[in-house]
């Protein structure tokens, strides 16, 4: 057999061929994977995780470690909570939280939700506990002791708290928080804008995410990066979520307002004969004993016996001699088995196709979404699990509602064709305050007739008024102009009765209270840190309340649809109205010696060791920049809820972005970034969103290269 040669140029040639084929592949394989050459995360400056991962488990593995970083202890907690342990970890002040747990099955539930995953989600969710334990496992002493009992943590967990995070929102705006011992937070709710290229001065579409949530516990946000092969995408999420549940790419971007739904209702059982009567029949309880260990001060234990009863409408609570049963979509009926994987989804997005088709997968029970991307298309949509009923409004729903017909048990929900949405409005803006769909966009695209009554109320809050003032203001909105109206602290309540309340205190007040109609008319009406009258303004606010019940007693003309934007206003009695103010002064006058106090020496911006003057109020006063404060023991008021993450986005080429987490990206203790982004809020500021890897190594505070990440 003859040997094959080659001639010296023809082998030269090869080889470069060879080495030509190799760098070409070589390079193919860095583009495909661009700058991921191993699973890290890169810490910027301000504590934000920007994690590049290999492949989507890897992506888990590593967002489980950074939450665990910057918030183990206060996840560990929650995690804890959602097992229905609390007590027997921690003592006997969660044992009210163990029985809610337990009598709505939340950890009992949670495996049979892990197997209703895909596949690649049980991987995803099994990879984001395994971060999460991995970071103890190698970080022992950045936990507290206490907490370590909650270890090790499962994906089950996850779900588990999940739906305990479903519930907490969903019963509070459908009315059941009464019953489930929840607190009603007030105002609890955020803004958010979509602007298209229309009404847009660079002709790009903008997106203002803008929640308001509590600034502790799970309402806690967590900023991240998640970037590999399949997505990159930015956000952030509730601690102890697995996926950012507010977020944008370089292609789209939405965000999520509390949303006026009512998925959870309470019956009110018929007891009878050790049951109950439904239909003209009396049905026996589904009932299960538990035991809850309750650790005491001691290190001992004792035991409480909880029985827990079901009827045909759901979990049974029994008080004050009652039993009203609760009927609650997302977890007990519908359960929304594919939140987990519909967010991936909807980040991984690349238009609005693909990101429709990601939401209509229906799989978040609640919130509206709000949306824009650089195609130039807006949206607005109410969405959520409603279900179909056949009788009543909204607001007999919001009631307890006879449970021994099967004429008020609901069966089924809406499908996601029937939610009211609007896309690309011809006014170029959609906005949401958490008011009602039917004010999403003027001119106008939602008539309530057109959907059912018990579907979402009638009412447009001041707060929504002032937002959609904003966008009217002028044809077109800059970037800039964006960001400034976001920190808007104008009163649009002092708007409609201020220049009555000055002249009733002059006509009926006594020399005190005149004094205080002059402070009135030299206030700017604005909630800023200089401003003098905004504390007398507010006092005498929660005056009339008291006198009233509400605040709206104190209009002459209520809030009505034909005049959506000029309601309610005028004062109904104005005689009435100088009284409250002259005792609103006295108590300023004690209190600080004086009624011109500027408005920042009294709330603070408070978070760690971290103590600024304060700007924004109350969402109920009609401010878009919505803060509330709690009194503390030194007479000063502390910032606890209203805004959060803040993202001003502008869908431009590249895209354009600045961003605040309010309070700062961590809680646990000794982290530089407790409280550090609060001296931008006191300017009233966001800061450049950092997303390429030249600009996050430009502003580097650590790096860590996770490899071996173990299960």
């Not at 002059?506 to 109609?517: D, E, H, I, T």
């Not at 109904?572 to 920042?600: H, S």
Request: proline share 5%; glycine share 8%; charged share 20%.
């Amino acid at each position: 057999m003859r040997s094959l040669t080659l001639h010296p140029k023809l082998f030269r040639l090869f080889l470069s061929l060879l080495a030509l084929f190799l760098a070409c592949f070589i390079a193919i394989r860095s583009i495909s994977i661009p700058g991921i050459q191993t699973n890290e995360i890169l810490w910027d400056t301000w504590g934000v995780p920007h994690i590049f991962a290999k492949d989507r488990e890897s992506v888990a593995r590593l967002f489980g470690w950074a939450q665990m970083q910057n918030h183990g202890n206060l996840i560990l907690r929650l995690y804890g909570t959602a097992r229905g342990r609390a007590a027997e970890y921690w003592g006997k002040n969660y044992l009210d939280a163990d029985k809610l747990v337990r009598i709505m099955s939340f950890a009992d539930s949670a495996p049979e939700w892990y197997q209703k995953q895909s596949p690649d989600f049980r991987q995803y969710l099994d990879a984001f506990a395994a971060g999460m334990n991995d970071y103890v496992k190698q970080n022992p002493d950045k936990i507290t002791d206490e907490l370590k009992v909650v270890l090790p943590i499962s994906a089950t967990d996850v779900l588990a708290y999940i739906q305990l995070g479903f519930f907490s929102f969903i019963a509070q705006t459908g009315g059941c928080g009464q019953v489930a011992n929840l607190e009603r937070l007030a105002g609890m709710g955020s803004n958010a804008w979509a602007i298209a290229p229309s009404h847009s001065t660079t002709k790009h579409a903008m997106l203002l995410a803008n929640p308001h949530l509590a600034w502790s516990g799970g309402q806690t946000w967590f900023e991240a990066q998640l970037k590999s092969p399949e997505i990159d995408a930015y956000g952030a999420t509730l601690v102890g979520f697995p996926v950012l549940g507010i977020a944008f790419n370089d292609y789209l971007g939405w965000t999520h307002t509390n949303n006026t739904i009512d998925g959870c209702d309470l019956y009110k059982l018929s007891l009878s004969e050790g049951g109950y009567q439904f239909d003209g029949e009396v049905r026996e309880f589904e009932t299960s004993r538990q035991t809850i260990k309750v650790k005491q001060e001691d290190g001992s234990f004792k035991e409480e016996l909880l029985v827990v009863k079901r009827s045909v409408h759901g979990p049974v609570v029994e008080k004050e001699g009652e039993a009203i049963a609760i009927r609650i979509v997302g977890v007990d009926r519908f359960p929304a088995y594919g939140i987990v994987e519909q967010l991936w989804n909807t980040a991984k997005a690349k238009n609005f196709t693909e990101f429709q088709a990601a939401v209509q997968q229906h799989q978040l029970p609640f919130f509206n979404v709000i949306y824009g991307d650089r195609d130039g298309h807006i949206m607005y949509l109410f969405n959520g699990y409603v279900p179909v009923r056949n009788q009543g409004d909204f607001h007999y729903w919001q009631g307890i509602i006879p449970g021994d017909t099967s004429k008020t048990l609901w069966q089924k929900i809406h499908p996601f064709s029937d939610l009211p949405k609007v896309i690309d409005p011809p006014g170029g803006w959609v906005q949401n305050c958490n008011d009602p769909p039917w004010s999403s966009t003027f001119p106008q695209q939602l008539d309530a007739k057109d959907f059912p009554p018990y579907l979402s109320p009638q009412f447009m809050s001041l707060r929504s008024q002032r937002s959609v003032k904003m966008l009217q203001e002028s044809q077109r909105i800059s970037f800039d102009k964006l960001i400034e109206d976001k920190y808007s602290t104008r009163l649009e309540l002092s708007d409609r009765i201020g220049d009555d309340l000055i002249a009733a205190a002059r006509l009926y007040g006594n020399p005190l209270a005149r004094q205080a109609a002059d402070v009135l008319e030299n206030w700017d009406r604005n909630a800023d840190a200089d401003s003098r009258g905004t504390l007398l303004f507010q006092l005498w606010v929660e005056e009339i309340k008291s006198q009233r019940g509400n605040l709206s007693a104190m209009f002459a003309t209520p809030w009505n649809q034909s005049n959506p934007l000029t309601t309610p206003k005028s004062l109904a009695d104005p005689k009435a109205a100088a009284v409250a103010l002259q005792a609103a002064a006295t108590k300023l006058q004690t209190a600080y010696g004086a009624l011109d106090v500027p408005w920042g020496n009294v709330m603070r911006l408070r978070r760690g060791k971290v103590d600024l003057p304060g700007n924004g109020g109350s969402g109920g006063l009609g401010i878009f920049r919505t803060i509330e404060f709690a009194n503390t023991e030194d007479g000063r008021f502390r910032s606890v809820f209203g805004d959060s993450y803040i993202a001003a986005i502008e869908f431009s080429h590249p895209i354009k972005g600045k961003i605040l987490n309010t309070y700062g990206n961590a809680t646990q203790p000794g982290s530089p970034h407790i409280g550090d982004q609060l001296e931008l809020a006191a300017r009233k500021q966001l800061r450049f969103v950092w997303r390429k890897r030249q600009e996050i190594l430009a502003h580097l505070e650590s790096r860590q290269v996770l490899s071996s990440l173990r299960m």
